[in-house]
Structure formats: C-alpha cells, structure tokens
C-alpha cells in the first residue's frame, strides 16, 4: 500500500495530547529554569548580562507564541471532545491564550525597553513566575488525566 501526500494521520488520542503538551511544558521550564542563573549573573554587575536576558525573553516569548499555537492546534479539539463541557473549556482556553499573548506582548516589550538594571532582574523573575503559575494552571484544568481520556465512559460506569 502506497501512501500519498493527502493520507494524513489518525487523530492523537486525548493521553498522547496530554503526553506531548506536558512534555512540551517541562521544555519551557527547563528554559525558565536557565533564568535563574542569567538574572544572578545580571546582579553580579556582569556588562553582557542586560543584553543576554534581553535576547532569552525575545527567544522565550517565541517559543511561548509557539507553544500556545501547538496547544491550540492540538488541545483544542481534544476539549470539545472531552466531555459535555469540552467546547465552553475550549472557548476558556482560546481566551487565556488570547489574553496572555496581550499580557506576553506587554511585559517582554518592558522588559527589552528596561534600562535599570534591578528593574531588569525584577521583571525576569515576575516573568518566570508567571509562567510557571499559568502553566500549573493550565495542567490542573485542561491537561488532567481525568478530562483528556482515552475512554470517554468511567471505568466504574458499569460496576467494574
């Protein structure tokens, strides 16, 4: 059998979307996590150390526009199947996103504008911070085992 350009492949199943985007979490805070010692190197009066954290918060911020793209493209059906709720979830989601693009936009343009040096180390910190909380968030309403399911009927549905 012969596979041509338009043969595309079958769905992901709820678990691999959760699989894939969790994963795909641990990279961004893998990179979040290199903040820590760019923003020590900041405050020990290093002279590349304002540039160097401003090229990290461009790089994230696409990385991050990326991302959200990949959930989008991946997470967003998986919620409107999910359950009788899926599509206000999904609604929800593409929501968050929009406002944190907004937000996203905003705090990486301060943070290349930033001459203060203090300043600079305060808003990378509040920048990781809440990332980590919106991706925690995130995990504990659209990622959980108990939404993105392979089986849509409860194992104990029947008494098993």
């Given at each position: 059998m012969t596979h041509d350009a338009t043969t595309r492949a079958a769905p992901l199943l709820p678990s691999e979307v959760r699989a894939r985007l969790?994963?795909?979490?641990g990279a961004i805070r893998e990179r979040l996590g290199r903040a820590g010692t760019l923003v020590a190197w900041l405050r020990e009066g290093h002279a590349a150390a304002p540039s160097t954290l401003k090229?990290?918060?461009?790089?994230l911020h696409g990385l991050l526009v990326s991302h959200m793209e990949r959930e989008e493209?991946?997470?967003l059906p998986a919620l409107r199947e999910a359950d009788g709720f899926g599509p206000t979830r999904a609604e929800a989601l593409q929501a968050e996103h929009e406002e944190q693009r907004r937000g996203l936009q905003r705090v990486i343009a301060a943070i290349v504008a930033e001459s203060d040096v203090a300043l600079l180390a305060d808003r990378i910190e509040l920048l990781v911070e809440r990332v980590r909380r919106d991706m925690d968030e995130e995990e504990a309403l659209y990622l959980s085992p108990k939404l993105l399911k392979d089986d849509l009927v409860p194992a104990d549905y029947f008494g098993g």
């Open positions: 969790v994963e795909a979490h090229t990290w918060a461009e790089d493209a991946l997470l």
